[in-house]
């Protein structure tokens, strides 16, 4: 029994420990509920803070991307506002030269009437001829292009001091001047220093004077009359993203001889030369052909090496240059329309089809080039090394750009740069939108937030809608949007299939399907050849310029076809048969275009590229 009672005792005091454990343990529990509540509340309070900030920069975004529209549009009209008020200018000083042209001959009119009327009329006429209208006349040029009078004397005997820096503007108002004075009764010519005999009329030379003093001082008089060498850079002109808003005013005026190029002397080879923007290369050029007593039939005889030999080539395309250009105006191209029309493209349009592709950072090595529309047509993989383009969306991106290019004959004004160009019944041609249609397309889907990562990725029309390996998931990426936002996600999908049309969403499946495909990535680069280890091999010669050697092989858009000539036949033939209609202009219409033709021999062309 004794042993029983301890054995209570110690229960008893167990329980008791236990009981203010259990009590302990219960205010600390509830301390931690309390202190966890806190915080929860806390959590609620920043969520909403992180929610509101998040609004914020997302309305900060929109007006922002709202406000580089609007400034872009701004500055296009102000362009158009520019070329306008110069073009006004210019009829304005048209107008006021004939208005004095016609008050010279009635001067002159009224002076033969006093003649006949009066012995003194020979005096009044010469003092009216040599001093007034003289002097007036002469006084333009300076008025027009900011020149001061200085040393005037009591006598009459003055002497113009042009202030004016700029001799180009010197030049084209004084042609304009010549065009004036050849009217007049006088036979005066412009010169810097003249003197005037006193006048006995002032009031008709203060009226000359004040006619001249009330046209506007501008440099943007002689816009058209002046210009500068291609290729050369000036400050305050149009600036590099102008191109494609502007628009593209034509090639460079060049008239091209009646004979044949065989017969061309060697100033009218240098000529075209100048024209092609090889001026540079003038020097050795005549040194060349100058013994030879027909230098075109020389040039044309002349192969590819000889000529980089020749005329100590800078650039190695411009090798090329000259063969295509030398082909295409001696006619040995045969019965080829596309590279007829591609010739009518210089190296301007090609700065302006960057612009238009998405890839304006590389027209620094196209302009060193001296790039044009042929050499686009017979662009090679090897010319990629040298135009210093190294990634497989470039690459991808330049060919779908030609691709369309071809299908429209090269014509210039061919690309949707704006929704603004279309009618209100008229449907949209996304192949034929241009990179800054497609950030429109993106602040019209509300992803205006990341239109800017859009820029220099090379993402236009026609790469959307001929590249079966551009797809919804490789837009994602460069528009850097995260991974982690599915939803985003989700929307830049379903715009993008409701885009493109389920025809070709289909096809791009299928092609991600098949056997051996290698999507696209941001990071893919083309493979660079190795070069041999005999590097004096000898180079082929090319003779008479002949297109078809292996010297033009390997296009990076081949010749003919649907330019899937790197898929397996069945996604191939697939995608030759999502469309037979031509005429429309739906998305799909622009397949058929490229899958009529026989496909080309040059069928290794994505051969060379690898991921990295």
Avoid at 110 to 129: D, E, H, K, P, R
Avoid at 554 to 564: A, E, I, N, R
């Amino acid at each position: 029994r004794h042993d029983t009672d301890e054995r209570l005792r110690r229960l008893q005091k167990d329980k008791e420990s236990l009981a203010l454990q259990v009590k302990t343990l219960t205010e600390h529990m509830q301390t931690q509920s309390t202190k966890i509540s806190e915080l929860e509340n806390m959590i609620k309070e920043k969520n909403q803070l992180l929610s509101n900030a998040e609004d914020l920069l997302q309305r900060e975004m929109l007006s922002r991307s709202s406000l580089e529209t609007q400034k872009l549009e701004l500055m296009s009209a102000m362009s158009e506002l520019k070329l306008q008020q110069a073009a006004l200018e210019r009829e304005n000083l048209e107008l006021r030269t004939t208005f004095v042209t016609n008050s010279v001959a009635s001067s002159g009119l009224f002076n033969g009437n006093l003649a006949n009327g009066s012995g003194s009329g020979s005096a009044i006429t010469n003092v009216l001829n040599n001093n007034s209208i003289t002097s007036s006349l002469l006084r333009r040029p300076q008025i027009i292009t900011n020149t001061r009078m200085v040393g005037i004397t009591s006598s009459g005997s003055s002497t113009a001091t042009d202030s004016n820096a700029n001799p180009k503007r010197n030049v084209a108002f004084e042609n304009r001047d010549n065009g004036v004075l050849e009217h007049g009764e006088g036979g005066v010519q412009p010169t810097r220093s003249f003197t005037p005999q006193p006048s006995p009329s002032p009031s008709m030379s203060h009226k000359l004077k004040n006619i001249f003093g009330k046209i506007k001082r501008s440099n943007s008089g002689t816009l058209d009359d002046i210009t500068t060498p291609e290729g050369e850079f000036k400050r305050g002109g149009v600036r590099a993203t102008a191109g494609a808003r502007l628009g593209w005013s034509g090639t460079t005026p060049y008239r091209k001889p009646d004979k044949p190029f065989r017969e061309w002397d060697v100033d009218t080879i240098c000529h075209w030369f100048e024209h092609l923007g090889l001026n540079m290369y003038e020097e050795d050029l005549r040194k060349w052909i100058k013994s030879s007593t027909t230098p075109g039939s020389e040039l044309m005889k002349a192969s590819p090496v000889d000529i980089e030999k020749e005329l100590s080539l800078r650039n190695p395309l411009h090798r090329k240059k000259i063969v295509l250009a030398i082909a295409d105006i001696s006619g040995t191209v045969g019965d080829d329309g596309l590279f007829e029309n591609a010739g009518k493209l210089d190296s301007t349009w090609v700065q302006r089809w960057l612009d238009d592709v998405g890839l304006p950072q590389y027209k620094e090595p196209f302009m060193a080039a001296r790039m044009d529309g042929r050499m686009l047509h017979k662009l090679t993989m090897d010319d990629l090394g040298h135009l210093q383009i190294s990634s497989c969306l470039h690459v991808a991106s330049i060919r779908r750009g030609i691709q369309l290019m071809r299908n429209e004959k090269w014509n210039p004004d061919c690309h949707i740069r704006r929704p603004l160009q279309l009618g209100l019944n008229a449907k949209d041609d996304v192949r034929l939108w241009t990179s800054q249609r497609v950030h429109e397309w993106l602040r019209a889907v509300d992803l205006a937030e990341y239109a800017p990562n859009l820029r220099g990725s090379g993402v236009h029309g026609a790469l959307m809608i001929f590249e079966v390996k551009f797809t919804a998931e490789l837009f994602a990426d460069l528009l850097n949007i995260p991974s982690s936002k599915t939803l985003l996600r989700r929307h830049l999908a379903t715009h993008f299939k409701e885009l493109l049309g389920r025809d070709i969403i289909q096809v791009k499946r299928e092609a991600e399907n098949t056997l051996g495909f290698q999507p696209l990535t941001i990071t893919a680069k083309i493979k660079t050849p190795k070069k041999s280890q005999f590097s004096l091999k000898r180079k082929k010669s090319n003779k008479g310029g002949n297109l078809g050697g292996d010297e033009w092989s390997d296009y990076v858009c081949p010749m003919g076809g649907s330019g899937q000539e790197h898929l397996p036949p069945a996604s191939s033939s697939a995608y030759d048969q999502t469309s037979t209609n031509q005429g429309s202009n739906t998305p799909i219409s622009a397949l058929s275009a490229f899958t009529s033709n026989a496909s080309s021999p040059n069928t290794n062309i994505v051969t060379s590229i690898a991921v990295s």
